[in-house]
């Protein structure tokens, strides 16, 4: 089932989620996120994004290029950020228009549950990396927005679509 993507700035897209639960909800969950976020198009999609203020986020950094490798992060804890930064443009489903310059570390060691109940512990990088990070930091209620400069901001909020 399609789900509505909140958009900026509805105020639950900036509040912190709680622990998720691996049931059926979040299990069916988990499938309309997926839909969603293919259908959208897009990478990959947090829970609170959908109004659900739980720490679950989806994404699939190769099915643009023609491989779809879906995955599902429940309660991720990032462990470990690389000290090495990298520079690149962002965009986000909850904020269409502006695509946005953001610092990130270029690998992250990330910590989550897996739809099968599985412990997953992984060093991710690349595009996974900086995608993973974006997702992760919905779950704080962080946005692109906040990671910006006010002189960036103050752009990037003017460019948002009507
Ligand atoms: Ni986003």
Redesign the pocket.
Known sequence: MLLPILRWPDPRLSQPCAPAALDDDLRQLAADMLETMYAAPGR?L?AS?VGRLIRLFVMDVTWKEGQRSSQVFINPKVVELSPSRVLGPEG????PGPVTEVERAETVRMHWTGLDGQAHDTVLTGFAAICAQ??YD?LDGI??LDRLSPEARARAEAEVAA
């Open positions: 990959g947090a994004q986000c489903l909850s904020i974006h997702e919905h946005l692109t």
